[in-house]
């Protein structure tokens, strides 16, 4: 349960479509806060918001410089989620439902 709850608070994070667009930003690579202001419509203090969540939920680093903040995804992080997408969309056997398999047995067979 713990991992489903880490992995949760990334995909909450990306839930917002500005959060999802910063990141999409810094896939190609660091950016400074001015920059990534400049493509939207925002407060200083909201971008700041936006940032603080997707750095408190791993997804992104923050590096300061002088007066002003970088962002950068963390490559770690999105290894990992990337890999809980692909195992949780992921035919498996070690399913979480592999002890209820028989949960459904019988829901279709009126058709």
Known sequence: MEGYLEYSRVFKALGDPKRAMIVDMLSCGE????????????????LSHHMKI???????????????????LDSDTVSRIRQFLCDITS????????????CCKGCDEDE
Do not use: H, P
Not at 36 to 42: D, G, P, S, T
Not at 54 to 72: D, I
Not at 91 to 102: H, R
């Open 54 to 72: 997707l750095c408190e939920c791993g997804l992104v680093k923050a590096r300061e410089q002088g007066k002003w903040t970088y962002y950068s």
């Open 31 to 46: 950016l400074c806060a001015c920059k990534i202001l400049e493509k939207f419509e925002m407060s200083q203090s909201t």
């Open 91 to 102: 035919d498996k056997e070690n399913c979480i439902c592999i002890n209820d398999a028989g």
